[in-house]
């Protein structure tokens, strides 16, 4: 009778650890801040993962991508590094009043802070990401943008394979820094390839926002083509803009 209750006591001990093993390798997730997305994906980006978002211009990209830091600098108290190698941060802050989105608030608090690499053409890979990894040490980031992934490939005078742009940003910022990193890559309007092809295979997810003409107007849809480890919807969602900031809403 004793050791049969000492059995079935180590039994249940087993089954415990193990149920605890299990919710403990589960993938914690970073919630994205854009209304509609979450519950596509079981609640957010798993945390500490890159993720390309890829569109033609126009498709809502910088917005996808600004409205990440910044709900998650207002809700979750995150802090958010914006890259840019195309605006200045006066013109991006001003779009973004716009969109009643208190950018210069953020920045005092220093949850969010923007910068603009465009200048550093000259410079090499090396330089260029080390000042990123400077400012996300610095500035405690867990959440980058990088925008474009496309102009960042460009940016060097000498050609650097795009493998491993890939792997650096990897390995240093996205699991050493531990930094949910958002990769936008710009499509020409009609293409349907990502970049150069191989970005899509070493990212953990990609999200394309689709913008086309029809019936005389533009339309915007956002499909998930891949989030790994997420049982993720398969359905496009439509992208709708407007002061508030982005959202996706199923399609009827
Ligand atoms: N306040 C607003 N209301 C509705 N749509 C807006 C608003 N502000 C910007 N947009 C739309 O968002 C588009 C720009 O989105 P953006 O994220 O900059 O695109 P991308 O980075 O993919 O080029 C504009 O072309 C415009 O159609
Ligand atoms: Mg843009």
Redesign the pocket.
Known sequence: MFTVGIAVKNVYARVESRIFRVRMEKIERVPTGIPGLDPLIEGGFPKDSLII?A????????????QFLYQGAVKYGEAGLYVSFTESRDSFFR?FV???FNLAKLEEEKKFRFINLSSVEEEGVTEILSTVMEEVRLNKVSRLVI??FTALAQAFKESIDVRILIRILLDRIVHQMGCTTLL?V?TPIGEQKIGTGVEEFLADGIIT?E?FVDQLE?K?RALIRKMRGTNQSLKYHNIV???DG?RLTPMV
């Open positions: 978002i569109g033609p211009a126009g498709s809502g990209k910088t917005i996808f991508s600004c779009n716009q969109l009643q925008d474009s936008i710009e926002l913008s533009i915007r803009i407007s002061k982005i």
